[in-house]
T-cell receptor, first 113, second 113 residues
């Protein structure tokens, strides 16, 4: 089985722009979670999607949004980028919701200038 | 509140044993995960404990005491490739009946020859 894939792998944007990141879960996995990882902060939970519905949301501003499609693929959007949004964005998939064992993609490294 | 504590960094010698501790405070504990993350890579699943006791998996073992809010990851016969960050994550059953993962900041393990 192919693992979790994320595109793009690297991205450079400037302040004020918006960005869309994509995640394709492992085949058969229906839950997708998104995380932000910065040095020293660890993994910060953004949101979890299951069956095209957002099930959980972390403590991030409304500039961060996401969605899930019928094939379980998910996108994450960040509008009005700020310098502090520079981070590694990780997507993780699991079979069901409720946080079973999660399998992570390689991440998208976003740099905001 | 919800809180997970791990040491920031540990150093050990190749061939030795190291124990990485994790203490947690959550309102609805429902399992604890350990993940390994090599620099520049995504986290990978190591172990899952939901009942008290020791789970052994090759050179790695994980222990849980729910009454003490405490877990440890034990690595034996350390190899250079074990140099990585080790993340502790607790599955918490929130008041809205949704599960979410709460992550520690990770312990960076440095293995010396």
């Amino acid at each position: 089985k192919a693992g979790v894939t994320q595109t793009p792998r690297y991205l450079i944007k400037t302040r004020g722009q918006q960005v869309t990141l994509s995640c394709s879960p492992i085949s058969g996995h229906r839950s997708v979670s998104w995380y932000q990882q910065t040095p020293g902060q660890g993994l910060q939970f953004l949101f979890e999607y299951f069956s095209e519905t957002q099930r959980n949301k972390g403590n991030f501003p409304g500039r961060f949004s996401g969605r899930q499609f019928s094939n379980s693929r998910s996108e994450m959007n960040v509008s009005t980028l700020e310098l502090g949004d520079s981070a590694l964005y990780l997507c993780a998939s699991s079979l069901e919701e409720g946080v079973e064992t999660q399998y992570f993609g390689p991440g998208t490294r976003l740099l905001v200038l | 509140g919800q809180n997970i504590d791990q040491p920031t960094e540990m150093t050990a010698t190749e061939g030795a044993i190291v124990q990485i501790n994790c203490t947690y405070q959550t309102s609805g504990f429902n399992g604890l995960f350990w993940y390994q993350q090599h620099a520049g890579e995504a986290p990978t699943f190591l172990s899952y404990n939901v009942l008290d006791g020791l789970e052994e998996k090759g050179r790695f073992s994980s222990f849980l005491s729910r009454s003490k809010g405490y877990s440890y990851l034990l690595l034996k016969e350390l190899q250079m490739k074990d140099s990585a960050s080790y993340l502790c994550a607790v599955r918490d059953h929130g008041v809205d009946s949704n599960y979410q993962l709460i992550w520690g900041a990770g312990t960076k393990l440095i293995i010396k020859p």
